[in-house]
């Protein structure tokens, strides 16, 4: 890491572990990735991160209306409460709710023509974001950190458990 994370935080003792180090630096680059991002969808749309990521979802399943619990399980970051979410973009005229058909205990969201317009609204900006963000990294130095994330996605340790053994020492 070559003490960015450290001196980011001020920290003028060593680190617990490199592990320790790695995830403070995940959970730095991701906040401080997505704060512009958030404070653009606030202003430009009155949108937090986690709606603006339902009606993505929503336009990706129309004209398919989706179950609250598949919503929340297709989430980047999941939110406890997503009917409260939902109640909020319903409110906007955003989404729309209906019982579903073979189960009516089963609430079914769509996104409404007012919500694909509101991402229609954000899309370029969407393509931009990342390039801006992350785009000096190369495509080489990109294909490498895609690699590294979604081998460390594909095979998380658990807590609490026994640490597993590092794959370079065996």
């Known amino acids: 890491m070559s003490g960015v994370v450290g001196h980011l935080l001020k920290q003028t003792a060593a680190f617990d572990s490199p592990e320790q180090e790695v995830l403070l630096a995940i959970r730095m680059a991701a906040a401080r990735t997505f704060e512009p991002w958030e404070l653009f969808l606030k202003e430009a749309a009155g949108l937090t991160l986690n709606q603006y990521n339902v009606l993505r979802i929503l336009r990706g399943s129309a004209p398919r209306r989706l179950p609250c619990g598949e919503i929340s399980a297709r989430m980047v970051t999941r939110d406890p409460d997503i009917t409260r979410l939902?109640?909020?973009?319903?409110?906007?005229?955003?989404?729309?709710?209906?019982?579903?058909?073979?189960?009516?205990?089963?609430?079914?969201?769509?996104?409404?023509?007012?919500?694909?317009?509101?991402?229609?609204?954000?899309?370029?900006?969407?393509?931009?974001?990342?390039?801006?963000?992350?785009?000096?990294?190369?495509?080489?130095?990109?294909?490498?950190?895609?690699?590294?994330?979604?081998?460390?996605?594909?095979?998380?340790?658990?807590?609490?458990?026994?640490?597993?053994?590092?794959r370079n020492e065996a």
């Open 86 to 166: 939902v109640d909020r973009l319903a409110r906007r005229g955003l989404v729309t709710r209906a019982r579903g058909r073979q189960d009516r205990r089963v609430v079914e969201i769509g996104i409404t023509d007012k919500g694909q317009e509101t991402l229609r609204g954000l899309d370029d900006h969407v393509r931009q974001f990342p390039k801006a963000m992350v785009g000096h990294l190369g495509a080489r130095r990109l294909e490498q950190l895609r690699a590294l994330l979604e081998e460390l996605m594909t095979d998380l340790g658990t807590y609490p458990e026994e640490p597993r053994r590092n």
